[in-house]
């Protein structure tokens, strides 16, 4: 009976140890994770959190190990400014489209994962961080600058959208949050930059170096949300679009411009990068630094350094070859002369590569390939690495690769030892200076207030880097030109809004800003309908290619058939003899009817997935104008 | 009769989440074991089998199967970044916690079978006969929608309920009682065949089906949604009485696709709810193999022994716009890079009656139609094997036990195969036709035994 008692002492004891152990067994936490309860205590907690926000602002960006990859020539595809080689861009050709509007979008789901990460960082930042200092700070504006920046992404492609500003839980109201108008939107982007701007450091100081988003990246921010909320709504005003906000023109933004741009003018005055490198093109080489931390003008960019990166890379190699898109005339166009004067006033030859090149303001010669350069093969630095033997570009496309316009890009030529161009040691710029100073010169413009002065530190700083004429306000007044809204143009504004314009698109060409230009201007139906890209003047190539003696002199070893043009069967000129890279395509020949956008383009549709879940819920997400 | 009870928990549910009871029963009757049984003599096993279980399952599928165990607990997960620097070096980042999953607690798969054993003629014939339902409650289906403001996925829950339903059936018949030639002849056959089907009998949000990529209830699993093909334009009259595809130009050579709901556009629908396909119907076809079945013969005979093993599928049809049953790479300027599509032929004007529309990597060609829906039922010869046992006297001659060599074929071809692309199912299936097939083996042999 004492054994049995025992045995059953036992049992019970064993019951009770391991019912004990099992329940601290299960609730043990991963040993290689961080708990929320006790993260954000210091400030590497809040620095490695705002690192993994970085990825997500980056998308213009693409890499590849090793040697082969992508490069970001094709910023403006999709634009009036540069074309695929030989298809029309998609998004610009929607005859007989339904505007139904797609079930699910991508860019919507992105931006509301990327402020959810940045709402929780911004909600928790604090909770347990003993004290606050100057580092601490900076981490903390980072936060509000991503959030910013994903908002800044939704206010572009949808306007008005619905504003969370918390890490939402599943029960949550605000789920079925309505959209808030954009001008609502745009403030709280606006008072996120302003928080982005209190606390980050400048340039070069504290935690803002070496990549990292700073006071003068926020505060250019801060002018180009300005600028565009600010144009939005005044030109859409103006031309009573669907797209307008009521009761608005948009100057209350417009006005928040200058004083924004001025406290990076009492910093940056006139500093932005001159060093031209062995052509003595400042402006070309801008996008081939390697280091953007000493550089000055540039306040944003991804670091790019085989020393550092050793699993990717960014590959500039292609950047200035014939490996697809093309520039337009509608670009070629808009440059100034060499003495500061508007083609169409001009008296100046400008028909062949070399004539506009010599006869077109420095920027044209910095941003697009003339032959008078020679053979491409033989640039410095790039000798040996298999680029064409051939001062032209190739326009014949089944002669390789090619740039069916004739206008080959050469902004951001990355030369030197191949380990620069090939392997990633160029810096990408995001955000530089001069997009604040021509921020700054276009509010000023539209309300009225431009001065000389204004002008003075502003394009002509950027003017004078390459050369360039100044701008003369006066002058520019007395042109007898009138501007045309096919181009860009408003037709109503000013001689010195219209200037401003050509200076930006001409200045930020590929650098992605043209078609949220077009429109913010209310123009892009004016700009893109009826429009059928063209290139370069076809007989200079046809007297290039054909002539074999030219090719061999150049270097061509091969035989020179594979390259000479046939003119109206591997290329064809329109009227003018401008070539015409679509001129298979009926809508692009002579009489077609070109590109097309609908009105609603301006804006993408709400993806009606999410219609559709409001409505289950009894509320309401409005689509945008024009969509089904 | 048995009777089984288990009381499991798992770390990876919330505390109050994470216990379970699971019971189980199961009995079973021999019917010819009975005195009133008649017909002793021809059937002598009749068996009624029957049971009922319940268990758990911690591995929800929705949540990353086995490799999440701490779902209650909202962790920041940090990692290095490899091609990001910032401040001189790469970086290391600590990125949001998921939503933790309160609620979810076990599945509870319930299944209820009934199965019945025959043995007959003297044992010479074997039946067996299975049916099973598996219920699995509280299961976790794709998270309950929400507005994508919130910015992360949804929580799983135990959201939903599926069914599935099988039986499988075998018959085999052996003798060894009759001899050839004076020599005792030994051989058996055997058939077997079974099937099952899940659907959805439960899911929680989906009233509406308003949105896509859902459960609904009623949805069958491995259902082909598919568009209806008109076949390929063949010049310019046809295709200005086409409905086109939303935001693509079309050409002859182009499939053309049938406006099934009459909008006047071809898509998707608004979801992918089954009842809310746009121009896709719901077909009798399925995605999964169903009705395989299988049949083996083994006969022995004066030392000599042959087997064989021939299995198939009744009923399998997949569609795939993959690039290596289309013959054709991501350009329209690509060749087309297989003999076995280019014989299918591509679509000219000179070539009006090709199988396959034009060249080129045309999205809206590939759009999952009818017309070309691999059909992959099959019945193939999965091995023969022969063998002869060297007589014991002339083994024993040679100082050994035993001496025996065979010959045997795997994998030796389709009885019948009818999919316009020849590559083995399996793989087609699994990688659509990319990667290595099964390969087919001969072999002799010689089994010494000492």
């Given at each position: 009976m004492k054994i049995y008692i025992n045995k059953i002492t036992l049992v019970l004891l064993a019951c009770i140890t391991l019912t004990a152990c099992s329940k601290d067994f299960l609730d043990r936490v991963p040993l290689d994770d961080l708990s929320v309860d006790t993260f954000f205590s210091s400030n590497a907690d809040l620095e490695i959190y705002v690192n993994g926000l970085y990825g997500a602002t980056m998308p213009r960006y693409d890499f590849q190990a090793g040697l082969a990859g992508s490069n970001?020539?094709?910023?403006?595809?999709?634009?009036?400014?540069m074309i695929n080689?030989?298809?029309?861009t998609g998004s610009l050709?929607?005859?007989?489209?339904?505007?139904i509007a797609p079930i699910n979008s991508g860019t919507w789901n992105t931006a509301y994962d990327n402020i959810r990460r940045t709402n929780f960082f911004i909600e928790n930042?604090?909770?347990?961080?003993g004290s606050r200092d100057n580092n601490s700070d900076h981490f903390i504006g980072e936060g509000y600058f991503f959030r910013a920046w994903h908002y800044f992404n939704l206010l572009n492609n949808f306007g008005g959208v619905p504003i969370i500003d918390k890490a939402l839980?599943?029960?949550?109201?605000?789920?079925?949050k309505e959209r808030n108008s954009r001008s609502e939107v745009a403030k709280f982007i606006l008072k996120d930059l302003d928080s982005a701007i209190v606390n980050l450091s400048w340039k070069g100081t504290g935690p803002a170096v070496a990549g990292r988003i700073n006071k003068d990246a926020a505060l250019t921010m801060k002018a180009r949300v300005a600028l565009f909320e600010g144009t939005w709504q005044y030109y859409h005003a103006q031309n009573a679009t669907p797209h307008s906000e009521p009761n608005s023109d948009g100057t209350t933004f417009l006005q928040m411009v200058e004083p924004t741009v001025q406290q990076l003018i009492a910093k940056?005055?006139?500093?932005?990068?001159?060093?031209?490198g062995i052509f003595n093109e400042p402006y070309n080489q801008l996008f081939a630094i390697t280091n953007g931390e000493s550089?000055?003008?540039?306040?944003w960019y991804r670091v790019y350094d085989t020393e550092i990166i050793t699993t990717n890379s960014h590959n500039f190699?292609?950047?200035?070859?014939?490996s697809g898109p093309g520039f337009t005339d509608r670009l070629v166009n808009l440059y100034l002369d060499a003495?500061?004067?508007p083609q169409s006033l001009s008296a100046r030859p400008l028909t062949t590569l070399n004539e506009k090149g010599q006869n077109l303001e420095p920027r044209f010669k910095q941003t697009i390939w003339t032959p008078?350069?020679?053979?491409?093969?033989?640039?410095p630095g790039r000798t040996?690495?298999?680029?064409?033997?051939?001062?032209y570009p190739n326009i014949?496309?089944?002669?390789?690769?090619?740039t069916s316009t004739g206008y080959r890009q050469w902004k951001g030529?990355?030369?030197?030892?191949?380990t620069r161009y090939r392997a990633g040691t160029a810096d990408d710029i995001f955000i530089r200076y001069a997009e604040a100073l021509l921020a700054m010169a276009e509010a000023k413009a539209i309300l009225g207030t431009i001065t000389q002065s204004d002008i003075d530190v502003t394009v002509n700083v950027l003017r004078g880097r390459v050369g360039a004429p100044a701008m003369n306000l006066n002058a520019i007044n007395s042109w007898a030109i009138s501007y045309s809204a096919t181009e860009?143009?408003?037709?109503?504004?000013t001689n010195i809004v219209n200037e401003i314009r050509r200076e930006r698109s001409i200045e930020f060409?590929?650098?992605?800003f043209r078609i949220n230009d077009l429109k913010r201007w209310a123009i892009f139906e004016s700009a893109i309908n009826g429009y059928r890209p063209k290139g370069a003047h076809l007989q200079e190539f046809l007297d290039y290619f054909n002539d074999p003696a030219q090719l061999i002199a150049d270097?061509?070893?091969?035989?020179?058939t594979p390259f000479q043009i046939t003119a109206d069967v591997d290329v064809k000129a329109d009227p003018?003899?401008?070539?015409?890279?679509?001129?298979?395509i009926p809508e692009f020949i002579e009489g077609g009817q070109g590109y097309f956008v609908d009105p609603r383009s301006y804006l993408n549709a709400i993806p009606s997935s999410q219609i559709d879940l409001y409505g289950e819920n009894g509320t309401t997400l409005t689509q945008n104008p024009g969509w089904n | 009769m048995e009777f089984n009870g288990r009381y499991d928990a798992t770390s990876r549910f919330r505390a109050d989440k994470r216990w379970g009871f699971f019971p189980s029963f199961s009995g079973a009757w021999n019917?010819?074991?009975?005195?009133?049984?008649?017909?002793k003599d021809v059937i002598s096993g009749f068996k009624i089998r029957g049971s009922w279980a319940t268990s758990g399952n911690a591995?929800?599928?929705?949540?990353?199967?086995?490799?999440?165990?701490?779902?209650?607990s909202p962790t920041i997960p940090v990692n290095q970044v490899n091609n990001i620097a910032l401040g001189g070096s790469t970086i290391t980042a600590a990125r949001i916690p998921a939503i933790?999953?309160?609620?979810l607690t076990w599945e509870k798969p319930t299944s209820i079978g009934i199965g019945l054993d025959v043995l007959a003629f003297n044992n010479r014939l074997e039946l067996n006969y299975d049916w099973y339902q598996r219920t699995t409650r509280d299961q976790s289906g794709p998270p309950n929608p929400l507005p994508e403001v919130l910015g992360t996925t949804p929580p799983a829950t135990n959201n939903s309920e599926s069914e599935t339903r099988g039986w499988e059936v075998s018959v085999k018949w052996q003798d060894q009682s009759f001899s050839v030639l004076g020599k005792p002849f030994k051989y058996s056959l055997s058939a077997r065949m079974n099937d099952y089907v899940g659907y959805v009998?439960?899911?929680?949000?989906?009233?509406?089906?308003?949105?896509?990529g859902q459960w609904t209830p009623g949805e069958v699993f491995g259902q082909n949604r598919l568009y209806t093909s008109n076949g390929i334009i063949q010049n310019g009259t046809q295709l200005n009485n086409i409905v086109p595809h939303t935001g693509t130009w079309i050409y002859p050579g182009d499939l053309s696709i049938q406006d099934?709901?009459?909008?006047g556009v071809i898509n998707q629908g608004n979801g992918g709810v089954w009842y809310s396909l746009g121009d896709r119907t719901l077909t009798d076809s399925y995605s999964y193999p169903r009705y395989r079945y299988g049949f083996s013969l083994t006969a022995e005979w004066n030392n000599f022994n042959i087997s064989m093993n021939a299995d198939g599928v009744g009923h399998w049809k997949r569609f795939s716009g993959n690039q290596y049953i289309w013959?054709?790479?991501?350009?329209?300027?690509?060749?087309?890079?297989f003999k076995e599509t280019t014989d299918l032929g591509y679509w000219t004007a000179n070539n009006?009656?090709?199988?396959?529309?034009?060249?080129?990597?045309?999205g809206k060609n590939r759009l999952p139609t009818d017309q070309y829906?691999?059909?992959?039922a099959h019945l193939r010869i999965r091995n023969i094997r022969l063998g002869y046992n060297i007589p014991t006297h002339l083994v024993q001659k040679m100082g050994l036990r035993s001496l025996n060599v065979y010959a045997s074929g795997e994998n030796?071809?389709?009885?019948f195969y009818k999919s316009f692309?020849?590559?083995?199912p399996q793989l087609l299936a699994a990688s659509s036709g990319e990667g290595y097939p099964p390969s087919r083996t001969f072999s002799l042999g010689l089994n010494i035994g000492l």
């Open positions: 970001n020539k094709g910023e403006d595809i999709g634009s009036d400014f080689n030989f298809s029309p050709f929607q005859q007989g489209d339904s505007g930042s604090t909770t347990n961080l839980g599943t029960g949550d109201e605000e789920l079925f940056n005055g006139s500093s932005i990068y001159t060093n031209g550089t000055p003008g540039v306040f190699y292609n950047n200035i070859t014939d003495d500061g004067i008078d350069r020679g053979p491409m093969n033989l640039l040996s690495q298999g680029d064409s033997p051939f001062r014949k496309p089944t002669a390789g690769n090619s030529a990355v030369l030197g030892d191949v860009g143009f408003d037709p109503s504004g060409v590929n650098e992605g270097g061509l070893t091969g035989s020179a003018n003899g401008l070539i015409n890279p679509f001129f298979k | 019917v010819a074991k009975e005195n009133f049984w008649p017909v591995n929800v599928n929705a949540l990353g199967g086995d490799n999440n165990f701490y779902l209650f933790v999953p309160e609620t009998t439960k899911y929680e949000h989906n009233g509406t089906g308003a949105i896509g099934t709901n009459g909008d013959g054709q790479g991501g350009s329209v300027f690509f060749a087309p890079f009006p009656g090709a199988f396959l529309p034009r060249n080129g990597y045309h829906l691999l059909n992959l030796l071809g389709f009885i692309i020849k590559l083995d």
